[in-house]
């Protein structure tokens, strides 16, 4: 079965007056570890279930890409 997904394009392009590092974020973005429940669900014994924080966002439901450009020079 194919899933509906969410798609960010970056263009990159040298800034015209700096050529220091940039950050981008991209934030909003369902965990794809816990399907943004932010817990896990376990049995453990009969009718007895424990929940576990989500290694990934940390029970925060959501994470974030931050990506960083470096300009050096084409040698």
Known sequence: MIMSRKSTII?????SY???AEKLEITGVECPYCLGRGV???QVGYNQYADYT???CKGHKKIKAV???DWVPDE
Do not use: Q
């Open 54 to 56: 989500c290694g990934v």
């Open 11 to 15: 263009t990159v392009e040298p800034p």
């Open 67 to 69: 990506i960083t450009i």
């Open 18 to 20: 700096t050529t220091s």
């Open 40 to 42: 896990w669900h376990e």
